[in-house]
């Protein structure tokens, strides 16, 4: 018999912000993240003590999905910026280093909780004002007319995640790869509502990256053995397809729970066994070319299928049936029975293709809106990383069609937006606080608090002991290399700011990025002829950093908000 345990009481702790341990273990968390983030940031091995593959990487979904968080604070924290991951893909270590920045800045401060929510609230209202307005100074608009800007965008995405080991010949060649794939899955005769496709990241490790390329339609990965059953092909206008999501293997594993009945002296391998040669002369009948089954095909079926001159492909796999059935027009056909003529589509051809070690039966669509991505690493996890990011670097093109903006990269916007805070707190009070029952001397507190967040959060982007300084007329993040002279002219140490925008040549003055300085008001509304003369910009989605803006003010909110944790211990 087993011996019953007395249940345990809760677990409650009042003020949990307050406890050392708390504080130690939202540092260590910020150190992890912080040390991430940028293209200088280093990387972090995930690995089971027990054994098993070695990740390495310094993406926040790798990063916080393997990260063991036992404090539901961390959990708090952790759990809002995989759920902004899930949805926009990129952004997390900016979320995270963010809503770090401004739990601890704000419990310096000693002001409550109520105030200090209520101000996070207006400051971050103010913030997406200014980034959805025209005269926003970091946000460019995206001329669809034009690939450059998207180059930017994707090329900055790939050089933020240095654990892909791209070199600069291999970041262009993956960009306009991505670029090329993004462009095909948008239809020709898209109008207001636009439905996009799908690109297949297909995988060939231990090849070269410059070998990557783009096709469209679908590879399927076929043995050689089976390559050499399907050849010849034979030339044809089109192909008529039959997609298949149940089994052709005759076995019984399909039919669903419950009793099977057979007669007596019934062979019920050879009932199931005629019932898929009626099938396959059904299939012939009606002059099917393809037949692509999800499962398995028995092999009298493909022999018979191949005696007729139909090429029979099994074994696809679940994960490219939604894009072979927008591929081919074709529904899924779900069962043994009559089949409805509906049920059959098309392609325009049929070829197979050799990569690398592997060969593919390569489907050409009539209408491209899905294409394959065939994507090279020299390693295992070096290809991990990689396509993790050109995932990231899709949705985040996706995303600019919805919002046909993006946001300067680099820390600029970060530092901008400071600046900006810092003018309108300064000039502006009354319009911010409006009937809050705050005073202006805690908007100033709070306002200093937010800005020194943004601000470190810039700062986090250098590794190296380097010094960051911001201009005294953009307010962009400029950074100058560890062991600088102390007096110098800043123009000669200086190339260009973080986003790429400004040269230091320009007329400008600049001061430490943490030193006292008096609030100035930053030049808005970017010149076109500035975004336009300049070729390599960083950049970020626009779409992802303002949720990622969003997200982690109202988690360090909701962070400072909690009086008391409750845990049950049984």
Same mark, same amino acid.
């Given at each position: 018999?087993?011996?019953?345990?007395?249940?345990?009481?809760?677990?409650?702790?009042?003020? *949990?912000?307050? !406890?050392?341990?708390?504080?130690?273990?939202?540092?260590?968390?910020?150190?992890?993240?912080?040390?991430?983030?940028?293209?200088?940031?280093?990387?972090?091995?995930?690995h089971?003590?027990?054994?098993?593959?070695?990740?390495?990487t310094?993406?926040?979904?790798?990063?916080?999905?393997?990260?063991?968080?036992?404090h539901?604070?961390?959990?708090?924290?952790? #759990?809002s910026?995989?759920?902004?991951?899930?949805?926009?893909?990129?952004?997390?270590?900016?979320?995270?280093?963010?809503?770090?920045?401004?739990?601890?800045?704000?419990?310096?401060?000693?002001?409550?909780?109520?105030?200090?929510?209520?101000?996070?609230?207006?400051?971050?209202?103010l913030?997406?004002s200014?980034?959805?307005?025209?005269?926003?100074?970091?946000?460019?608009?995206?001329?669809? !007319?034009?690939?450059?800007?998207?180059?930017?965008?994707?090329?900055?995405?790939?050089?933020?995640?240095?654990?892909?080991?791209?070199?600069?010949?291999?970041?262009?060649h993956?960009?306009?790869?991505?670029?090329?794939a993004?462009l095909l899955?948008i239809p020709?005769?898209?109008?207001?509502? %636009?439905?996009?496709?799908?690109?297949?990241?297909?995988?060939?490790?231990?090849?070269?990256?410059?070998?990557?390329?783009?096709?469209?339609?679908?590879?399927?990965?076929?043995?050689?053995?089976?390559?050499?059953?399907?050849?010849?092909?034979?030339?044809?206008?089109?192909?008529?397809?039959?997609?298949?999501?149940?089994?052709?293997?005759?076995?019984? !594993?399909?039919? &669903?729970?419950?009793?099977?009945?057979?007669?007596?002296?019934?062979?019920?391998?050879?009932?199931?066994?005629?019932?898929?040669?009626?099938l396959g002369?059904?299939?012939?009948?009606?002059?099917?070319?393809?037949?692509?089954c999800?499962?398995?095909?028995?092999? !009298?079926?493909?022999?018979?299928?191949?005696?007729?001159?139909?090429?029979?492909?099994?074994?696809?796999?679940?994960?490219?049936?939604e894009?072979?059935?927008?591929?081919?027009?074709?529904?899924?056909?779900?069962?043994?029975d009559?089949?409805? *003529?509906?049920?059959?589509?098309?392609?325009?051809?049929?070829c #197979?293709?050799?990569? &690398?070690?592997?060969?593919?039966?390569?489907?050409? *669509?009539?209408?491209?809106?899905?294409?394959?991505?065939?994507?090279?690493?020299?390693?295992?996890?070096?290809?991990?990383?990689?396509?993790?990011?050109?995932?990231?670097?899709?949705?985040?093109?996706?995303?600019?069609?919805?919002?046909?903006?993006?946001?300067?990269?680099?820390?600029?916007?970060e #530092?901008h937006?400071?600046?900006?805070?810092?003018?309108?707190?300064?000039?502006?009070?009354?319009? %911010?606080?409006?009937?809050?029952?705050?005073?202006?001397?805690?908007?100033?507190?709070?306002?200093?608090?937010?800005?020194?967040a943004?601000?470190?959060?810039?700062?986090?982007?250098?590794?190296? &002991?380097?010094?960051i300084? #911001?201009?005294?007329?953009?307010?962009h993040?400029?950074?100058?290399?560890?062991?600088?002279?102390?007096?110098?002219?800043?123009?000669?140490?200086?190339?260009?700011?973080?986003?790429?925008?400004?040269s230091?040549?320009?007329?400008?003055?600049?001061?430490?990025l943490?030193?006292?300085?008096?609030?100035?008001?930053?030049?808005?509304?970017?010149?076109?002829?500035?975004?336009?003369?300049?070729?390599?910009?960083t950049?970020?989605c626009?779409?992802?950093?303002?949720?990622?803006l969003?997200?982690?003010?109202?988690?360090a909110?909701?962070?400072?908000?909690?009086?008391?944790?409750?845990?049950?211990?049984?």
């Amino acid at each position: 018999m087993t011996r019953l345990e007395a249940k345990k009481p809760s677990f409650c702790r009042s003020e *949990p912000l307050t !406890s050392e341990r708390v504080k130690a273990t939202l540092s260590v968390l910020k150190g992890i993240v912080t040390s991430c983030y940028g293209p200088a940031g280093r990387l972090k091995q995930l690995h089971n003590g027990l054994g098993g593959s070695v990740r390495t990487t310094s993406q926040s979904a790798a990063l916080l999905a393997n990260l063991p968080v036992t404090h539901p604070i961390l959990k708090i924290l952790t #759990t809002s910026v995989q759920n902004h991951v899930s949805c926009f893909s990129d952004g997390g270590l900016f979320t995270a280093i963010l809503c770090c920045n401004l739990v601890e800045n704000v419990q310096r401060i000693g002001l409550t909780p109520t105030t200090v929510i209520k101000l996070n609230k207006q400051l971050l209202s103010l913030c997406i004002s200014y980034l959805k307005s025209e005269a926003c100074g970091c946000r460019i608009p995206v001329n669809f !007319s034009s690939t450059q800007i998207l180059l930017c965008l994707v090329r900055s995405i790939l050089t933020s995640k240095p654990a892909c080991m791209l070199t600069t010949k291999e970041v262009d060649h993956i960009s306009t790869l991505i670029l090329r794939a993004f462009l095909l899955i948008i239809p020709e005769n898209a109008q207001d509502h %636009i439905i996009l496709g799908k690109s297949i990241i297909v995988p060939l490790k231990h090849q070269r990256v410059i070998d990557s390329t783009v096709l469209p339609g679908i590879l399927i990965e076929i043995s050689e053995v089976q390559l050499m059953k399907i050849l010849p092909i034979k030339k044809s206008d089109s192909f008529k397809v039959a997609l298949f999501c149940v089994s052709l293997s005759g076995d019984l !594993s399909d039919t &669903g729970e419950g009793n099977v009945v057979v007669s007596y002296g019934v062979s019920l391998e050879n009932a199931v066994l005629d019932q898929l040669l009626n099938l396959g002369r059904q299939l012939v009948s009606d002059h099917v070319d393809l037949v692509l089954c999800q499962k398995v095909i028995h092999p !009298s079926l493909k022999q018979f299928l191949r005696t007729h001159h139909v090429i029979a492909v099994d074994r696809v796999g679940v994960a490219v049936m939604e894009p072979l059935s927008k591929v081919t027009g074709t529904r899924p056909i779900g069962s043994l029975d009559s089949i409805s *003529p509906s049920s059959y589509g098309s392609v325009k051809d049929l070829c #197979t293709a050799k990569f &690398g070690f592997k060969h593919f039966f390569h489907l050409i *669509p009539n209408e491209v809106t899905v294409c394959s991505l065939l994507l090279c690493n020299r390693n295992d996890t070096a290809w991990d990383e990689l396509k993790l990011t050109c995932q990231t670097a899709l949705h985040a093109l996706q995303l600019t069609i919805k919002e046909p903006c993006v946001l300067l990269g680099g820390g600029c916007t970060e #530092t901008h937006l400071a600046a900006y805070i810092r003018h309108k707190t300064r000039s502006e009070p009354e319009g %911010i606080l409006r009937d809050d029952g705050c005073t202006q001397t805690e908007l100033q507190l709070i306002a200093e608090a937010f800005c020194s967040a943004l601000e470190s959060l810039a700062g986090s982007l250098e590794h190296d &002991g380097g010094e960051i300084l #911001t201009d005294g007329k953009y307010g962009h993040f400029w950074s100058v290399q560890a062991d600088s002279p102390s007096v110098v002219n800043w123009p000669d140490l200086l190339s260009r700011c973080g986003c790429g925008l400004y040269s230091s040549q320009e007329e400008l003055s600049w001061s430490f990025l943490r030193s006292a300085r008096l609030p100035f008001v930053p030049q808005t509304c970017l010149p076109c002829e500035a975004t336009d003369s300049a070729g390599n910009l960083t950049l970020d989605c626009f779409t992802a950093k303002l949720s990622g803006l969003q997200v982690a003010v109202e988690t360090a909110n909701l962070i400072l908000d909690l009086s008391y944790v409750i845990e049950d211990k049984n």
